[in-house]
T-cell receptor
Framework: EPEVTQTPSHQVTQMGQEVILRCVPI?????FYWYRQILGQKVEFLVS????????KSEIFDDQFSVERPDGSNFTLKIRSTKLEDSAMYFC????????????FGPGTRLTVL | RKEVEQDPGPFNVPEGATVAFNCTYS??????FFWYRQDCRKEPKLLMS???SGNEDGRFTAQLNRASQYISLLIRDSKLSDSATYLC?????????????????????FGKGTKLSVKP
């Protein structure tokens, strides 16, 4: 069964450093999402991406965040200058053909900002 | 603000028990509903979609009541392996022309989850 993959599984970084989280979507999927989950809290939407552009973003997704799909396969989330409060699990999700299609989640990247 | 509310539990039940989880959502224009399951420090995994007519998948039954904006999940004959957190999830996409302002490109709104622990 096709799956979403994410790398790295765990990233430790110093406050103020840039990090790039990577996701490989399911191959025929067209809709891509990033979510995050702070430990002990609910999963929160960050951004959606379709047709090579951001289609929607939450208030969490400020100027420190960016997404791109540089090579048509990887879907990346960049945090330009990490803060302590960015420590969380970051999940990539992808959906097939429509905004209401089921979203399949990758295993996540645990980001720890020291 | 679009919200999904769930009882956080924990629900501690013996093997073989029947357990029911409930969830309410705030946006009456919502169209698409799901139950996901999340194991500790893992990704959410789709358990089942929820339809107005109700749907069943083995030991799991999901119901949707649009009038009350209420979603339920029933697990029969609980197994040890059912121990997890169950997430009630609503797709934020709204029907065209809905009174609620602001469209969505299908991001999911999650409840905080209900923790289930099945004991031998």
């Amino acid at each position: 069964e096709p799956e979403v993959t994410q790398t790295p599984s765990h990233q430790v970084t110093q406050m103020g450093q840039e990090v790039i989280l990577r996701c490989v979507p399911i191959s025929n999927h067209l809709y891509f999402y990033w979510y995050r989950q702070i430990l002990g809290q609910k999963v929160e939407f960050l951004v959606s991406f379709y047709n090579n552009e951001i289609s929607e973003k939450s208030e969490i997704f400020d100027d420190q965040f960016s997404v791109e799909r540089p090579d048509g396969s990887n879907f990346t989330l960049k945090i330009r200058s990490t803060k302590l409060e960015d420590s969380a699990m970051y999940f990539c999700a992808t959906a097939g053909q429509g905004v209401m299609d089921t979203q399949y989640f990758g295993p996540g990247t645990r980001l720890t900002v020291l | 603000r679009k919200e999904v509310e769930q009882d956080p539990g924990p629900f501690n039940v013996p093997e073989g028990a029947t357990v029911a989880f409930n969830c309410t959502y705030s946006n009456s224009a919502s169209q698409s509903f799901f139950w996901y399951r999340q194991d500790c420090r893992k990704e959410p995994k789709l358990l089942m979609s929820v339809y107005s007519s109700g749907n069943e998948d083995g030991r799991f039954t999901a119901q949707l009541n649009r009038a009350s904006q209420y979603i339920s999940l029933l697990i029969r004959d609980s197994k040890l392996s059912d121990s997890a957190t169950y997430l009630c999830v609503v797709n934020a996409f709204e029907i065209p022309g809905a009174e609620v302002r602001g469209g969505s490109q299908g991001n999911l709104i999650f409840g905080k989850g209900t923790k289930l622990s099945v004991k031998p």
